[in-house]
């Protein structure tokens, strides 16, 4: 079996867990290092993963001969100078959410990578999850006819600590969060123009509730009304266990996002891994990366100006990165 040679730069919680499918759950992936600006913390995720190879920056990754990719998980602000150095050493890259913080950025990120003739892929896991998997294709389907209302809404049980909003490295609200529901409305209503308060182009009204407090569990729901129905993809109970007492009702709650996109997480690199080796073209490209950028940032604008705001798009031309 044709394997392929994958880097992992950034492994804090989120670069642990993709490290960890293509060690153990993807076959067609060879895990051949990790790195992290903490090189203490990249020897121990090594060490746990029994991978021999560990370094301190994305520039020692690049050089590797036997990595032909390499996943970026690095806080936000560091992803484009990260997918610079990769697309000059001519590897492919697999890029968490948000592509780059500034529209500017990821405007210059994406003419790099097609001009170096390098694959990208976003993290937007949300395309990758079953049940919207699911609903994507009922939509393109006709099931429920053409899309008017796209409905989104996302709870997390706690907000991150200050430092990791004051730390300027990591993106704020928009760009850190809400992106997802901007990708998947982009994604399921098949478009590439949106104004907010979340007008496609194609007349469908979108309404997004995004809020890092609830206190009771990770809440992520959508819901897309057509003109032939509807369909609601989500869920917060965890288990299918009630325990019924004198003092009520009890059960459990999703609590974690690794927990809740488990699958899609898997499913995501499965299928950038699956990409590279038959030379295919990305699903989630540095375009839709790009946009959801636009959109993050207009949304931005947008809290701030009070008024409606016309996102800053850009033409598809290839999708060859």
């Known amino acids: 079996m044709a394997k392929l040679g994958v880097g992992v730069v950034g492994v804090g919680t989120m670069g642990r867990q993709h490290a960890y499918n293509l060690r153990h759950l993807i076959p067609e992936a060879q895990l051949i290092a990790v790195a992290d600006t903490d090189i203490q913390r990249a020897k121990l995720v090594a060490a746990e993963l029994e991978i021999a190879h560990y370094h301190n920056s994305v520039e020692a990754m690049a050089e590797r001969k036997d990595v032909q990719a390499i996943v970026v998980v690095t806080p936000a602000k560091f992803h484009g100078a990260a ?16 592509f780059t913080l500034t529209v500017e950025e990821a405007d210059e990120v994406l003419d790099l990578t097609q001009k170096a003739g390098v694959r990208v892929q976003v993290g937007h896991v949300r395309r990758y999850d079953p049940p919207n998997v699911r609903a994507k294709r009922r939509i393109e389907a006709g099931e429920i006819g053409d899309p008017v209302i796209f409905k989104s809404l996302a709870r997390d049980p706690a907000p991150p600590p200050v430092s990791y909003m004051a730390s300027g490295v990591n993106g704020m609200f928009f760009q850190d969060s809400t992106v997802h529901e901007f990708d998947l409305g982009r994604w399921l209503i098949d478009i590439d123009t949106a ?39 989500g869920y917060l109970q965890q288990t299918a266990e009630v325990v019924l007492t004198a003092a009520g009702a009890r059960t459990d709650v999703v609590d974690h996002f690794l ?44 809290y701030r100006e009070g008024c409606a705001v016309t996102v800053q798009n850009r033409t598809r031309t290839s999708r060859a990165a």
């Open 195 to 233: 104004l907010l308060n979340m007008k496609f182009s194609r007349g469908t009204l979108g309404a997004v509730e995004n809020y890092m407090q609830s206190g009771y569990g990770y809440d992520i729901r959508t819901e897309i009304v057509g003109s032939k129905g509807t369909i609601i993809t």
């Open 259 to 302: 927990v809740r996109f488990a699958d899609g997480y898997l499913h995501q690199m499965l299928d950038f891994v699956q990409t590279i080796l038959a030379d295919r073209a990305p699903k989630v490209d540095a375009f839709d990366g790009r946009q959801a950028v636009a959109v993050a940032a207009a949304a931005e604008r947008s």
């Open 83 to 98: 997918m610079k150095v990769c697309a000059h050493a001519g590897k492919d890259i697999f890029c968490e959410k948000p």
